[in-house]
């Protein structure tokens, strides 16, 4: 049996799986109502996730936004979504370039409608200006907003990776699956060796033989509906699986976590091979500024972000 969450968002009673060669599950917290102040005492200061069940379903965009709605208002602008998307928990693997495809939203509105795998992803929301009287993530208490992103596909998986900064998710159209898992089990979750924030875990089907350290993560799941509020803090892994049609709003916000902050849980992963793509990233990619082919859904690699932080910092100094 596996613990039960109480309306207040804790942790019922319940016991663990009986088969302990398998990672630990149990649900994300919770909170039926808009009870803010333990929002903030229980979840946010302490840093740790949390559903706000229902909290955004007064916005304009809960009730008006579809992928219809966006092919009749945007059905000329350009995009380059993915599309033909594998079908796999760790889309890492592959290259983003060979799933990259220019388009209209209308007619990638019409490939999701097609039953095609596809995603809008990671869209800031200052290019749709006219829209943001649709939604309002003040009132769920984010401060010093750094991005607000639009996130539209259909039978989408992101895989396992975290972020720098504090996220609320908002589920809009349709609905994901949500798995998180705790920064301090990031020395079990095999992360690239080239990127330390994506790792090469299946969330939802993991692989014991390939991974075994996996048996001793504590996966936390989770379902979101139209109106519900995911809280990710930051560094915290997250996984998420949408149903074949999905609309989603994040915002990143607070306070970031510092390169030094990567650089300690680089330490605590432990892995001799991060630091060896570290240093040949740092060089080959940042020194020789050698081409790179970024990963799917991807960013540019730990070695080559450290040395555009540390030239960033020099040009800063020498001023």
């Given at each position: 049996?596996?613990?039960?969450?109480a309306?207040?968002?804790?942790?019922?009673?319940?016991?663990?799986?009986?088969?302990?060669?398998?990672?630990?599950?149990?649900?994300?917290?919770?909170?039926?109502?808009?009870?803010?102040?333990?929002?903030q005492?229980?979840?946010?200061i302490?840093?740790?996730?949390?559903?706000?069940?229902?909290?955004a379903?007064?916005?304009?965009?809960?009730?008006?936004?579809?992928?219809?709605?966006?092919?009749?208002?945007?059905?000329?602008?350009?995009?380059?979504?993915?599309?033909?998307?594998?079908?796999?928990?760790?889309?890492?693997?592959?290259?983003?370039?060979?799933?990259?495809?220019?388009?209209?939203?209308?007619?990638?509105?019409?490939?999701m409608?097609?039953?095609?795998?596809?995603?809008?992803?990671?869209?800031?929301?200052?290019?749709?200006?006219?829209?943001?009287?649709?939604?309002?993530?003040?009132?769920?208490?984010?401060?010093?907003?750094?991005?607000?992103?639009?996130?539209?596909?259909?039978s989408?998986?992101?895989?396992?990776?975290?972020?720098?900064?504090?996220?609320?998710?908002?589920?809009?159209?349709?609905?994901?699956?949500?798995?998180?898992?705790?920064?301090?089990?990031?020395?079990?979750?095999?992360?690239?060796?080239?990127?330390?924030?994506?790792?090469?875990?299946?969330?939802?089907?993991?692989?014991?033989?390939?991974?075994?350290?996996?048996?001793?993560?504590?996966?936390?799941d989770?379902?979101?509906?139209?109106g519900?509020?995911?809280?990710?803090?930051?560094?915290?892994?997250?996984?998420?699986?949408?149903?074949?049609?999905?609309?989603?709003?994040?915002?990143?916000?607070?306070?970031?976590?510092?390169?030094?902050?990567?650089?300690?849980?680089?330490?605590?992963?432990?892995?001799?091979?991060?630091?060896?793509?570290?240093?040949?990233?740092?060089?080959?990619?940042?020194?020789?500024?050698?081409?790179?082919?970024?990963?799917?859904?991807?960013?540019?690699?730990?070695?080559?972000?450290?040395?555009?932080?540390?030239?960033?910092?020099?040009?800063?100094?020498?001023?």
């Open positions: 049996m596996i613990k039960t969450v309306t207040n968002g804790l942790f019922g009673k319940g016991t663990l799986p009986a088969n302990n060669t398998q990672p630990k599950r149990i649900p994300l917290p919770i909170l039926k109502q808009a009870n803010w102040g333990l929002f005492r229980q979840y946010v302490p840093m740790q996730p949390v559903i706000l069940k229902g909290a379903t007064s916005w304009t965009a809960v009730k008006s936004w579809t992928p219809k709605y966006f092919a009749t208002k945007y059905k000329d602008v350009q995009i380059t979504p993915k599309v033909n998307l594998p079908d796999t928990e760790v889309p890492y693997v592959y290259k983003d370039k060979n799933y990259s495809q220019k388009m209209t939203i209308g007619e990638f509105v019409e490939l409608q097609s039953g095609n795998r596809c995603y809008f992803d990671q869209a800031n929301m200052n290019c749709f200006e006219d829209l943001h009287n649709d939604y309002n993530f003040n009132k769920l208490g984010a401060w010093d907003v750094h991005v607000t992103n639009l996130w539209v596909g259909a989408t998986c992101s895989g396992l990776h975290y972020d720098w900064c504090d996220n609320l998710l908002v589920q809009i159209h349709g609905t994901k699956k949500a798995v998180l898992v705790s920064p301090e089990d990031s020395s079990n979750l095999y992360p690239f060796a080239d990127n330390h924030t994506k790792s090469q875990v299946s969330c939802e089907n993991p692989d014991i033989k390939a991974h075994p350290q996996v048996k001793n993560v504590t996966f936390m989770g379902f979101l509906e139209p519900d509020v995911l809280f990710i803090p930051k560094g915290w892994w997250h996984y998420l699986k949408s149903s074949e049609s999905s609309i989603t709003l994040t915002c990143w916000y607070g306070i970031v976590q510092t390169p030094m902050d990567q650089f300690k849980t680089i330490v605590r992963m432990g892995r001799p091979s991060i630091w060896f793509a570290f240093v040949r990233d740092f060089l080959w990619h940042g020194v020789l500024q050698r081409p790179i082919e970024y990963r799917l859904y991807g960013q540019i690699t730990t070695g080559q972000m450290a040395y555009e932080l540390l030239t960033s910092f020099l040009q800063f100094w020498r001023r």
